[in-house]
């Protein structure tokens, strides 16, 4: 545990010299102070619901492409030292990869935090509505927001060490436009949504929405195990494959 925890506090130094902690400052205040103008201004228009619902939609939709270029910028600075420090320092090689995962999933959630928080202000200001019912709907799809990426990310850490920055970011773009798909479809049609990753996060605040709709609004405790064992499962994976992987060239020759 300790030795995990040094690992992360080295992958902190590797990102301070980057934009990545930035981006994940800049990009989601942005967004959220948009959301904020957007929920005043439809405020005679929308019901909260339909408003709540679009954010978390749009949130839901961006994050894998957000969550692609972050991951591959990261990857970027491993690729530079051709790999080398994921190789050495550790009786481990999983632990290096996890480290970066715990982190990314730790500045991810921030941003969320960020997104979130001028959101939260616009109800309560602006539109004075903000009760216990909003703030069980806004923390619950937090948390589906938050745990449904954790998939995203991990595939996103394998297309990166294996193929590089543009597979990543293809990818992450069409997990997007599935997301959109998904959001666009009624929930009744989509069987066995809880199987399909990128259905997570936006079905689950959906149905997060129904419920506030009649103030029923309480975690989903059976989606949410069947995420964590799916996450579980292909972390496990990814994990035995990158104690095998011995660099990107090995797949190119």
Not at 167 to 187: H, Q, R, W
């Amino acid at each position: 545990m300790k030795s995990l925890w040094y690992a992360i506090k080295s992958e902190v130094v590797k990102l301070r010299h980057t934009p990545i902690f930035l981006l994940h400052i800049i990009v989601p205040l942005l967004g959220g102070l948009l959301f904020a103008m957007y929920f005043h201004l439809y405020s005679g228009q929308q019901s909260i619901t339909q408003r709540l619902n679009l954010i978390l939609q749009a949130t839901s939709a961006f994050f894998p492409l957000a969550i692609s270029i972050a991951v591959s910028l990261g990857i970027n600075l491993e690729e530079e030292g051709h790999f080398q420090a994921l190789f050495v320092g550790m009786e481990s090689k999983s632990k290096l990869i996890i480290a970066k995962l715990i982190l990314f999933l730790g500045i991810g959630a921030v941003a969320i935090v960020i997104l979130f928080l001028p959101i939260l202000f616009s109800v309560a200001v602006m539109d004075q509505e903000l009760s216990i019912s909003v703030l069980n709907t806004v923390l619950y799809s937090y948390v589906y927001l938050v745990l449904g990426n954790i998939v995203t990310y991990i595939i996103h850490f394998w297309l990166s060490l294996k193929s590089g920055l543009g597979a990543s970011v293809i990818t992450g773009v069409l997990e997007s436009l599935i997301v959109i798909l998904f959001s666009n479809l009624p929930l009744k049609l989509v069987i066995s949504w809880e199987y399909i990753p990128w259905a997570w996060a936006v079905n689950m605040c959906r149905q997060e929405i129904l419920q506030f709709n009649t103030q029923l609004s309480t975690l989903q405790p059976n989606i949410i195990f069947k995420v964590i064992i799916i996450t579980f499962v292909l972390l496990l994976v990814f994990c035995i494959w990158f104690e095998k992987w011995e660099g990107r060239k090995n797949y190119e020759e």
